[in-house]
């Protein structure tokens, strides 16, 4: 029986394994390392669950650390495709996750982290649209970082000497797209949850969908 043809279209998603004490420090500094671990595996339970709704589209999980599968799977679902993240800083993993859909036949890609539950099916068909016409496509988080990146080819310049995790992180990342002639889409601004306050805001926002049915 002939293989099915795969999508054109790619997303990424970042994850690193949910472990005490080594995921969402920022937020564990305000409401302990426990209650952190459980904000980030609902945060990334929403996330998955909310990409997974998009039609035609190849779904990976890029995890860390690498010898974490059969926890980041325990926690995500035996859907996706799982492949370890490369060595690196966030830059070099970035791009050689986003290479590594290209080189298995994508036109198009789009990578993601776990901190923004606000994405969903209709984001992410905007930005896959955007590529259309565009280089690449970001969607900047209100932390001056960037909650998703996408491309229709791998573009290592925009992966190199940025300051991650700053709040100059985009704006770093689109003048080295200018001085580069990268053509760039920007989405609508997410805020990704980093803070206790976020956390509560996010919270509460569920919660009345919830009350709503």
Known sequence: MPTAPRPKRALVVLARAPELGRVKTRLAREIG???????????????LGAVGRLGDCDLTVAFTPGDMEGRVRA???????????????????????????????????????????DLDPELLETAFARLDRADAVFGPAADGGYYLVGMKRPIPELF???????????????????????????LDERRDVDTAADWRAWRAVRSQESARG
């Open 33 to 47: 390392e426990a209650a952190a671990l459980e904000a980030y595996r609902e945060l990334g339970t929403a996330v």
């Open 75 to 117: 926690w995500l679902g035996p859907a996706p495709r799982y492949e370890p993240q490369l060595e690196g800083d966030l830059g070099a993993r970035m791009l050689a996750a986003i290479a590594g859909r290209f080189a298995a036949g994508a036109a198009k890609v789009l990578l993601i982290g776990t901190d923004c539950p």
């Open 160 to 186: 190199e000497g940025i300051p991650w995790s700053s709040p100059a992180t985009l704006s770093a990342t689109l003048a080295r797209a200018a001085a580069a002639g990268v053509s760039v889409a920007v």
